[in-house]
């Protein structure tokens, strides 16, 4: 039996149970922007491996930091014990975020990020024995599959099922000019109920790349804080350069209490989630009262395997090649969004540092619309492209080393499909 009928017979894969899905594509091999299959083709990665690869594939760097951790530590609970890789993390990290971050908490994926940040605010206020319970989302959110992290995001064709059993989140639209100051009412009128107000700073990834400017989201951020109302910026997706910044908070001015990171986060080589958060939330936990713990902790929080890797990666990341290249991709996205952006079969072309959305024509038929996505996804593949769209948004995301011949590439295919399809 080949690999592709093993797989078929066993495995139930995320996303892809429509009896009209492709059968999976066996990878066998890495290497910088690139995958491989059984049969020797190849990939370009152009979606970095669903958001997580910033360095690229198989690096020769974070896999030599990781053996060397595998035989030293692999794992050890972290409840009464800690290990070097977890403390010289956090001590790097909150020394290049936001200057009010002070403490690390860690988890083992984005989801369980943003749970521990939910929980972290809930807990806060009923620490202090108010009663504010109410979080407020932005519509189209998407924090992740877990229950706490699916509540707090968009009601979608994702979340029908459940819709019944998620907690009540007050949803907002994406800050625009024209909508700011009916934003800041909105948060008026509920401030006292409100625990915290959750969002993707600059661009929503799974909403189909939806971009904001960072001017309205720091004046949302500002009023929040002067009605008392925690923030979260969950940087799951935007964290470590995607934005052209190292982290989309770099943006603004205003500071969040929490912030949410995984993806990146290891160089996309294991899964780590991170949540960190002021000295004044942590203060609301420290206590001789037992009740007033936050009791979370995943088997594998904060594993040394995967500490190492996020360490080698934020070398790698700290390096000047890094934000050269983040410059580099920019501009090349730049001008080829010049080169397209009055296309008929395009909507719209939108760009946010590393990241090119450009969102399809469908017209008024629909049926059109859902075997756009299907005829555009086969087409990159045939040109040895993995461009996932999001509907009818095909979006550029690469792993920063890739090379300027592998973005003409892409580029050029767009082209092609824009004429072809
Ligand atoms: C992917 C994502 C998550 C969830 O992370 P997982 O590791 O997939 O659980 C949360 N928030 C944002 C913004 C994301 O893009």
Redesign the pocket.
Known sequence: MSLVERDLKVIWHPYTQMKTALPPIPIVKGEGACLFDGEGKKYIDAVSSWWVNIHGHSHPYIAQKVAEQLSKLEHVIFAGFTHEGAVELAERLLAILPGNQQKAFYSD???TA?EVAVKMCLQYWYNQGKSRTKILALKNA????TFG?MAVSGRSAFTTPFDSMLFEVEFIDLPTIDNIENLKSQISNLKSQLACFIF?PLIQ??GGMLMYEAEYLNELMLHCHNEGVLLIA?E??TGFGRTGKPFACDHVTEQPDIMCF??GLTGGTMALGLTTCTQQIFDAFLSDDRLKTLFHGHSFTANPIACSAALASLDLFLDPSTSANLKRIEAAHQQFALKVKHHPKLKTIRQTGTILAMEWQTGTDTSYFSSLRDKLYQYFLDAGIILRPLGNVIYILPPYCITNEELNYIYSKIEHALEEI
């Open positions: 994926n984005g989801s943003v998407y924090h992740g599959d992290a993707e990834g799974s969950d799951v997706f995984s993806k």
